[in-house]
């Protein structure tokens, strides 16, 4: 093994003695340059410039991705540093104990949000751009003086819901209901106050929106995905499935596109991956079963006839 790397100059010059042409890969975890070809360390003492995943807070745990202090854009004070200064002439009295202690409050608030959106964001493979404008909408919800007292984590994942509605990114509300540690009940007060306060305009959700992320879950073919794509639109069309949510329209869809293909899925593995009840999906199912010759596609390829669909 190469002998330690004390400057930064010196890491430009290293390279595998078996593949001097290889790239070096970094291994922050164990400090260590390895290299890409054949594995081989070739240096170490790589100091990690990234942050360190712990939390000292007494909150309850949770990841803190901070390695001192809060360096996130959207807090109101991001630096490193305390600062408690009383303008000139003017004493530390309670008047300015009670406005650092508030701000001091509100940051710290601030930063439990923003942990538990990263969080979630994390679980529902959510980008970034949906996990900063999550993080924007939290801190505006923080001056509404109606959720002041409502769960930090409930207008977390209220949130978060908003942000991916907003940005077109479909994801349920069963969805983050699951990655939350807030009841539903809680998080629909506290989506509907959001909503009602920030006068925040939502596009209306539609099965196309889930269709592609379902099938790709479910690794069923195009074939189907546009399949039941085109039964969920033309069933909205023929006004079949009005009053059902675009999630259930879209798992019956797949369910009925499948049972015709060669790619045949059980109801039970759809509402596991769309996270609706089996029932909801065989009532949906159910609606659009007379009329499934008019649903399918004219070109449907079908490996099964409309006749051997199952009756629920």
């Not at 699951?178 to 509907?192: D, L, M, P, Q």
């Not at 596609?297 to 079908?302: A, H, R």
């Amino acid at each position: 093994m190469a002998s330690h790397t004390s400057c930064p100059n010196q890491l430009s010059k290293l390279q595998c003695s078996y593949h001097p042409e290889a790239n070096l890969i970094d291994d922050y975890h164990t400090g260590d340059m390895i290299c890409g070809d054949c594995g081989l360390v070739v240096g170490d003492r790589i100091i990690d410039l990234s942050n360190e995943w712990r939390t000292f807070s007494d909150e309850k745990s949770r990841s803190d991705p901070c390695r001192v202090g809060s360096t996130d854009p959207f807090l109101e004070e991001s630096d490193l540093s305390t600062i408690l200064q009383c303008p000139q002439g003017e004493r530390f009295n309670d008047h300015t104990h009670t406005k650092f202690y508030k701000m001091h409050t509100n940051n710290s608030k601030l930063v439990s949000g923003f942990a538990e959106i990263s969080t979630m964001a994390d679980r529902i493979n959510a980008p970034k751009s949906i996990t900063n404008h999550a993080k924007n909408i939290f801190k505006r919800v923080q001056q509404i003086k109606e959720l002041r007292h409502r769960s930090i984590d409930a207008k977390a994942t209220a949130s978060l819901y908003i942000a991916c509605r907003q940005e077109g990114v479909a994801r349920s509300f069963k969805e983050l209901c699951a990655v939350s540690s807030v009841s539903k009940k809680e998080i629909g007060r506290c989506f509907k106050l959001i909503v009602k306060t920030l006068a925040t305009s939502l596009d209306l959700i539609t099965s196309d929106d889930f269709m592609s992320r379902f099938c790709t879950n479910l690794r069923l073919p195009m074939v189907v995905q546009q399949s039941a794509t085109h039964i969920a639109q033309t069933a909205y069309q023929l006004d079949i499935v009005s009053g059902l949510s675009p999630i259930s329209v879209a798992a019956a869809a797949i369910y009925m596109a499948s049972q015709a293909s060669e790619s045949m899925i059980s109801n039970k593995n759809i509402a596991e991956i769309a996270g609706v009840a089996e029932l909801t999906l065989r009532k949906a199912y159910k609606l659009m079963l007379p009329y499934a010759e008019e649903l399918f596609p004219k070109d449907f390829n079908y490996f099964r006839h409309i006749n051997m669909l199952p009756r629920s």
